[in-house]
């Protein structure tokens, strides 16, 4: 193990078995691994048989215990950052301690794994060649709504994480600026017991949710379509290719086909067949 190095590891989102044989292994090497909660990575910890001391560094004594932390690593310690769950940095705390680290001239390494955003984005059937990842919403109906009005006309897939105490309110907001008949996904509890894939227009979605509790409960990450703009529309006559192409075969083969008699990227017709399928 390198000395003096922040190694920045991922970790499972769910499933235990995602953890990578590198994050263990530097996990087991490193002097310390800075955690936002003890009480919930001892036990993980434990259960892989790690028993490197930890140090709690959470949103609240971050600012704090950067200055610490890089003596030590400037000392010749290696440390690692880990989340409760997933990717540090990613909605999680861990930014101002690399950004000090690169400003202090400390080596900092990633231990690449788990993160909620592209494992729902890597199974949604939405466009990925460009995605904005926005994190959580806005806590406030109003400011939320500020806020996807601001992305409305956005072409690139969106990303939101999302609480089970706020996805109905959030969905339902979406649903209104947005629009109901937008195309979006959720992806529940990946990699655990009860993940489910929704992909429906966000009317739908709201619906599903308003009459089954069980669709509420849990860790979400909420896709949106990106809008198609007018210069983007589909015009008819491909509209109609795909319909036929849709009652054969399914959605990929049909956008594929399709692109392939018109001309139209793959990616533009994919987002688009979903649509007229739902319908
Ligand atoms: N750093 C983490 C990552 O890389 O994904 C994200 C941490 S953020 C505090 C926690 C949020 O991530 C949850 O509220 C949920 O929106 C999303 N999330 C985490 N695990 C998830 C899972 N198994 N299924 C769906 N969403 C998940």
């Known amino acids: 193990m390198d000395k003096g190095v922040l190694y920045i590891v991922a970790m499972p ?19 310390c691994i800075a955690v936002e909660d003890t009480r919930h990575s001892r036990p993980l910890l434990k259960s892989l048989g790690i028993t490197t001391p930890l140090m709690a560094v959470h949103e609240h004594n971050e600012t704090k215990l950067v200055a610490r932390l890089i003596e030590r690593l400037q000392a010749g310690e290696s440390l690692a950052l880990i989340s409760d769950a997933g990717t540090p940095l990613i909605s999680d705390p861990g930014f101002p301690l690399v950004r000090a680290c690169q400003q202090a001239g400390v080596r900092v390494s990633p231990v690449p794994g788990p993160s909620a955003a592209i494992c729902a984005l890597s199974a949604a059937g939405l466009p990925t060649d460009r995605f904005l990842f926005e994190g959580f919403p806005a806590r406030t109906s109003s400011a939320r709504c500020e806020q996807f009005d601001r992305l409305k006309s956005e072409a690139m897939t ?84 795909l319909e036929i192409l849709l009652e054969e075969m399914p959605t990929k083969k049909a956008a594929a086909i399709a692109s392939k008699i018109t001309g139209i990227k793959k990616n533009r017709l994919y987002p688009f067949a979903l649509t007229l399928k739902v319908e």
């Open 13 to 31: 989102i769910g499933n235990r078995a995602d953890i990578t044989d590198r994050a263990k292994e530097v996990l087991a090497a490193v002097d």
């Open 158 to 241: 969106l990303i939101f994480y999302e609480s089970s105490h706020r996805i109905a309110e959030s969905l339902a907001d979406m649903a209104k600026v947005f629009g109901g008949d937008r195309h979006a996904v959720i992806a529940r509890e990946l990699t655990k017991l009860h993940e489910t894939i929704l992909s429906q227009p966000l009317d739908q979605l709201c619906q599903v949710l308003a009459e089954d509790s069980n669709q509420r409960r849990g860790e979400f990450v909420v896709l949106i379509a990106g809008a198609v703009r007018d210069s983007d529309a589909i015009d008819p006559e491909t509209q109609r290719i």
